[in-house]
């Protein structure tokens, strides 16, 4: 739509509609959710077989409703990169960028999850990339929802794959992404309220160009053990307090608790985010690591060892 590279796709309510598309695609497939799957409805089946497997499941209630509307999508070949920007409904101001790790082991291997860590600046991402995705895909998007009585104003996270061709649309979110954003807040200078305000008065055209760290930052996301399938929760975790005093060591919490007994458990899949700056990508992994190996006490807990390794 609007001349906006994607993949090719098609949308499907019927079992027998989405296996008859099969023939018309090469494998592998990607299958996906049409609806909120908290980060884990898209699969990439490798055979005809796998995706028709795939697809009886997503049509019998894999994810309740909202997989009964299923997107197949052609695969693409390329990088993965996360991009953000905010718009104000005509104006649309560049963020930064970001590289997730999606499936739940190291290797890439394992169930897709909500994201097992990301970093920040990505090798090679560079000003005429950028100057590309914003031409191709943002601009375009903003400008035409606009057009069409519905502006968008708010954060916009494109999900893009880097491929021979250029840049290609995979998927909008319309937040700052997890676990992207605590990488990006993490590189910004500027007054994140500032901005989002400019957002929504419409005052983004004469906003300047927002600032940023040029340190790297990585962010390692730790798992309770199960996770992204059944897993338990209510086991205590410790060190938070000691590790957070470590140079260029933030940690975010996202499914921990507290009870009458003051005591910090885990309430959650993804459980901690342990974020590190440093003055090299190298630096930044480093640190993260060491911090959770010295100081994080949780051994009903699991972490990917590989955070931006293949970026290193």
């Known amino acids: 739509r609007h001349n906006i590279p994607t993949a090719r796709y098609d949308v499907f309510t019927k079992l027998a509609d989405a296996v008859a598309f099969l023939g018309e695609m090469n494998a592998p497939y990607v299958i996906k ?3 909120l799957a908290a980060g884990k ?5 490798d055979t005809k077989e796998e995706a028709i497997d795939e697809l009886t499941e997503f049509f019998s209630g ?5 997989s009964q509307c299923v997107i197949i999508e052609e695969f693409l070949q390329g990088y993965e990169i996360s991009f953000f920007a905010i718009s104000d409904g005509k104006t649309i ?18 169930p897709n999850t909500g994201g097992m860590g990301a970093y920040s600046p990505v090798p090679g991402f560079d000003k005429a990339l950028q100057n590309t995705i914003m031409a191709d895909i943002l601009l375009p998007t903003v400008y035409h929802m606009n057009k069409e009585g519905c502006p968008f104003i708010g954060v916009l996270f494109a999900g893009l794959m880097v491929t021979r061709d250029g840049p290609k649309l995979i998927e909008y979110n319309v937040r700052f992404g997890d676990p992207e954003c605590q ?3 993490r590189r910004l200078k500027s007054d994140l309220v500032e901005v ?13 160009a927002l600032k940023w760290s040029d340190e790297p930052v990585v962010n390692v996301v730790m798992a309770a ?3 992204p399938e059944e897993y338990k929760k209510g086991s205590q975790i410790k060190g938070i307090e000691a590790a957070n005093l470590e140079d260029g060591i933030r940690i975010f919490h996202a499914g921990t608790s507290r009870g009458a007994d003051g005591i ?3 309430n959650g899949g993804r459980v901690l985010n342990i974020t590190a700056q440093g003055k090299s990508l190298d630096e930044a992994v480093r640190r993260a690591y060491d911090c959770l190996d010295t100081y994080i006490d949780w051994p009903d807990g699991f972490v990917r060892r590989d955070i931006a390794h293949n970026a290193l």
């Not at 305000?197 to 300047?208: H, I, M, R, S, Y």
């Open 33 to 35: 959710a049409d609806g």
């Open 62 to 66: 894999k994810f309740g409703d909202a």
């Open 93 to 110: 101001l560049p963020l930064i960028e970001a590289q997730d790790h999606k499936r739940a082991y190291d290797g890439d291997k394992g």
């Open 225 to 227: 053990k199960g996770y």
């Open 41 to 45: 409805g898209v699969v990439i089946a």
């Open 183 to 185: 990488v990006l807040m």
């Open 196 to 208: 989002m305000q400019a957002a929504v008065k419409g005052a983004l055209l004469d906003f300047p």
């Open 264 to 266: 910090l458990r885990s």
